[in-house]
């Protein structure tokens, strides 16, 4: 079993920026790709990011150059720095972490989420 536990959620002003944090342990050797994922209020969860063997990244358009994803030196840790954070990026953040292959990616382990909110 794996077990996710987020960290680094909370409330910030539009522009602002917060760096979310997920650490992995248990059985770290069954996946090879860490992501994150967010849903909001009335709509599905949807990926926001993730990273995978040789830290290639895939990001959702509505991120790409303000989100960053990163994984510790441990590779056990992945990380979200989000900047010039807008409203509607008021979600729920999910850390997931899943297996990768040829055909994409099997989201298999969940954490509880982190409530990020956004004021205007």
């Known amino acids: 079993q794996v077990q996710l536990v987020e960290s680094g959620g909370g409330l910030v002003q539009t522009g602002g920026s917060l760096k979310l944090s997920c650490a992995a342990s248990?059985?770290?050797?069954?996946?090879?790709?860490m992501g994150w994922f967010r849903q909001a209020p009335g709509k599905q969860r949807e990926l926001v990011a993730c990273?995978?063997?040789?830290?290639?990244?895939i990001y959702a358009g509505s991120v790409k150059g303000r989100f960053t994803i990163s994984r510790g030196s441990a590779k056990n840790t992945v990380y979200l720095q989000m900047n010039g954070l807008k409203p509607e990026d008021t979600a729920v953040y999910y850390c997931?972490?899943?297996?990768?292959?040829?055909?994409?990616?099997?989201?298999?382990?969940w954490g509880q989420g982190t409530q990020v909110t956004v004021s205007s």
């Open positions: 997931a972490a899943g297996s990768r292959d040829s055909s994409g990616i099997s989201w298999r382990y």
């Open positions: 248990g059985s770290i050797f069954t996946f090879n790709a």
């Open positions: 990273i995978s063997s040789g830290d290639s990244t």
